[in-house]
């Protein structure tokens, strides 16, 4: 437990943090599906425009943090070759 009140802040502000960040990797885990769930549907034009959305939020937890710089490259770049794999 904290004694002292900069450690008291630090506590209430690590949970915030995790908190958000929990948010926003459930948003990209969301995204990242309805993309595989769109090339798995054979739908292009679909998986195209949630391919945006899902590379976007994969950039936002590379820039905070949440997850690695290049687990996020890796997870787009499976993604636009899954993307790029449809006819």
Do not use: C, W
Not at 25 to 51: H, M, P, Q, Y
Not at 63 to 81: D, E, H, M, Q
């Amino acid at each position: 437990m904290a004694n002292h009140k900069s450690s008291e802040k630090r506590a209430k502000q690590d949970i915030k943090k995790n908190l958000n960040n929990k948010i926003n990797e459930s948003k990209t885990k969301t995204a990242v599906k309805k993309v595989r769930d769109a090339i798995l549907a054979g739908d292009k034009n679909l998986a195209a425009d949630t391919f945006k959305a899902a590379q976007a939020e994969l950039g936002k937890l590379a820039k905070t943090g949440v997850i690695k710089g290049n687990a996020a490259a890796r997870r787009t770049s499976r993604l636009a070759a899954a993307l790029n794999g449809l006819k």
